[in-house]
């Protein structure tokens, strides 16, 4: 995981934390359609570890080295016509373990920035080192997004990238507190 997380101390590790049981308690926690069903019993508590010690490569370590994953998954057809099988790629676990974590920490960032101001604002970042954004996402960095919506959106299960109107899933964009911004 290459992920830079500007606002990633003990505050929002409990935050973090605190957002994580509310969705375990709600039954709302993301669960991935590629995780097997022994990944889909494993994925709460292996989310949860990680939220805990704040070492995001803890999740993707291990997503990598336990069988968690389906063999394939189905894949929509071009032309409207039924799914086909296709290989879950290699790389599933890093993916769900960068996009769930950054999701948890933005989560985490809005609620601190909306402690201080019910009209809170975060600000937007690139979160990976050397990432060149492009189009609207290369627009939105160093832009302020108001915390109270984002972290309504961020809560239905949207990755941060699509919280933010990016249809690209791999913008590795984040939000930070405007004056810890990293860019």
Excluded: K
Aim: charged share 20%.
């Amino acid at each position: 995981m290459t992920l830079t997380f500007a606002n990633l101390d003990g505050a929002t590790r409990s935050i973090m934390l605190d957002e994580f049981e509310r969705d375990a308690a709600a039954n709302v926690l993301y669960i991935s359609p590629q995780l097997n069903p022994y990944g889909r019993n494993q994925w709460p508590f292996l989310l949860r570890a990680a939220l805990a010690s704040s070492v995001p490569e803890l999740l993707a370590r291990d997503l990598a080295t336990l069988a968690v994953f389906n063999e394939f998954e189905a894949a929509p057809d071009a032309d409207g016509g039924s799914p086909t099988p296709q290989s879950v790629p290699v790389d599933a676990g890093a993916t769900l373990a960068e996009t769930e974590f950054n999701r948890f920490y933005a989560r985490a960032v809005c609620r601190r920035a909306l402690q201080t101001d019910p009209h809170g604002v975060v600000e937007v970042y690139v979160a990976r080192e050397g990432a060149a954004p492009a189009g609207t996402a290369r627009d939105l960095v160093g832009r302020t997004v108001a915390a109270g919506p984002l972290l309504a959106t961020l809560r239905t299960g949207v990755p941060v990238s699509a919280a933010l109107g990016l249809d690209d899933p791999n913008a590795a964009l984040s939000v930070s507190l405007p004056s810890a911004a990293a860019s």
